[in-house]
């Protein structure tokens, strides 16, 4: 992946660009970074406009500390399109992506032609789940990035992934430890405030695709079903014995119904 930087909102972010067509804007999941979409920017670039970007906090962009929100991230993710000159993109999140993806959709609808949720889900979190991500901060501040590798490991793969294939656990936990503090904590900070966005969903207009691991405990396949069902128009795969990278544990299948949906959509097939 290439690597190049834009100077945003007060903070340097990294970012690849590669192909040219229907600009696809990619953002990843916590506490990742953008090589998570290596797959997809080498299937897809061929054919397609492959953005992936650092969120703040995250891989090769600034970690600030300080507080941190959704909003920002989406405000980041505008300010880099006005930079590249992209009046309007389809867009892909993957569970925190797809948090973001909430936050843009509500402040820039009109840059937004179509989105894959995949993995995600609109409700905000309980309070179970808010002092969850308070003691995971916590560890962070105390342990380091690689308990949180060791926490989140086997939230985002499947058991038979993390027997079998070695090399995707390196590749995840690397990702992880290669963050910041800073940011890790300012993630969990921004997912534990972020507004409950079920509310949003029948006014999302722009065709959308929610694609779910059949296997995907954080987000499960009843959130997946949530937004299908109140999204107008929505389409809804599930990507059978995956977790929840499924980006990362079924490329081939992710990809293509990346590319089915992104073909109609260039050509203004709206369902
Ligand atoms: C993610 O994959 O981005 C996280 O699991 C989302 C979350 O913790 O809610």
Not at 21 to 41: D, S, Y
Not at 232 to 243: D, K, N, V, W, Y
Request: hydrophobic share 40%; charged share 20%.
């Amino acid at each position: 992946m290439n690597c190049l930087y834009a100077d945003i909102n007060g903070l340097t972010l990294a970012y690849s660009d590669q192909g040219t067509g229907l600009p696809i804007v990619f953002l990843h999941a916590f506490p990742l970074n953008r090589t998570m979409w290596a797959q997809q920017e080498d299937a897809l670039s061929g054919r397609f406009r492959i953005i992936t970007i650092d969120l703040r906090g995250h891989g090769e962009s600034d970690a600030p500390l300080w507080h941190y929100t959704l909003d920002q991230s989406a405000d980041d993710v505008r300010a880099l399109l006005d930079h590249l000159g992209i009046r309007q993109a389809l867009f892909v999140g993957l569970s925190m992506g797809g948090y973001i993806l909430f936050a843009f959709y509500r402040k820039y609808a009109l840059r937004v032609n179509g989105i894959i949720l995949a993995d995600t889900r609109a409700q905000a979190d309980t309070e179970e789940g808010r002092s969850g991500r308070f003691q995971m901060a916590q560890t962070a501040y105390t342990k380091g990035p690689s308990a949180i590798a060791d926490i989140m490991i086997p939230k985002l793969l499947s058991p038979a992934t993390i027997q079998t294939k070695p090399e995707i656990v390196q590749k995840i936990r690397g990702m992880i430890e290669g963050n910041q503090i800073s940011g890790i904590a300012g993630d969990l900070m921004a997912m534990a405030e972020r507004p409950d966005s079920v509310s949003l969903l029948p006014q999302i207009t722009c065709p959308t695709q929610i694609i779910v691991g059949e296997l995907d405990q954080p987000t499960p396949p009843s959130d997946a079903k949530l937004m299908a069902e109140k999204i107008p128009g929505a389409r809804l795969a599930t990507i059978p014995a995956t977790a929840h990278l499924s980006n990362l544990e079924q490329p081939e299948t992710f990809n293509q119904i990346v590319v089915t949906f992104a073909l109609e959509l260039g050509r203004g097939k709206k369902d």
